[in-house]
């Protein structure tokens, strides 16, 4: 089967563009997450989506940070007005549904997205 | 704040030899325990995790880790390392009582030499 996809594997922005990355979760996976991961660091968390719903977004780093998933599987996170420190790989994962909050699976991550904010 | 310490920043070693990649996590609750790997131009991978039970987890291409709660502890080893071994490795923890989010180790840099 697929694993996670995410679109574009790379993005060049100039300082202030916008930009809107994708990422396509495994079939069937209902939970959703988003991770940042700097240079020679471990991916940080940034938000998470149970289908549609959007249940966890206290690692967005500002609010021009938007992340939505408005069907329950593809989902966009989008970066408005970017800035130079806004460049590192962005880390989409999926896992199977989670029963009463506890995990029940680990995350299956995706390529990842790499941004460069000139 | 819950955190992952990888000691090791960068490991290198020879085919053959023996690996112990350590793990420390800061958290007193009940945890799910992950490793994950990232080879050369490839995307994070599962190597082996940790819910309950055998504190030994056995995972892929011969790679175990030993849940120590005692020590907050969650090692990686491998008897005999390949050059394939060559990668990024990430411990990452799970609060139980926060399951919607990994926190991930540094990473540590396995350079195996032929």
Do not use: M
Request: aromatic share 12%; proline share 5%; charged share 15%.
């Amino acid at each position: 089967g697929a694993g996670v996809s995410q679109s574009p594997r790379y993005k060049v922005a100039k300082r202030g563009q916008d930009v809107a990355l994708r990422c396509d979760p495994i079939s069937g996976h209902v939970s959703l997450f988003w991770y940042q991961q700097a240079l020679g660091q471990g991916p940080e968390f940034l938000t998470y989506f149970q289908n549609e719903a959007q249940l966890d977004k206290s690692g967005l780093p500002s609010d021009r940070f938007f992340a939505e998933r408005p069907e329950g599987s593809v989902s966009t996170l989008k970066i408005q007005r970017t800035q130079q420190e806004d460049s590192a790989v962005y880390l989409c994962a999926s896992s199977y549904p989670v029963a009463s909050g506890a995990l029940t699976d680990a995350q299956y991550f995706g390529p990842g997205t790499r941004l460069t904010v000139l | 704040a819950q955190s992952v310490s990888q000691h090791n920043h960068h490991v290198i070693l020879s085919e053959a030899a023996s690996l112990e990649l350590g793990c420390n996590y800061s958290y007193g609750g009940t945890v799910n325990l992950f490793w994950y790997v990232q080879y050369p131009g490839q995307h994070l991978q599962l190597l082996l995790k940790y819910f309950s039970g055998d504190p030994l987890v056995k995972g892929i291409k011969g790679f175990e880790a030993e849940f120590i709660k005692s020590k907050f502890s969650f090692n990686l080893r491998k008897p005999s390392v390949q050059w394939s071994d060559t990668a990024e490795y990430f411990c990452a923890v799970t609060p139980y009582s926060s399951a919607s989010k990994i926190i991930f180790g540094s990473g540590t840099r396995l350079s195996i030499r032929p």
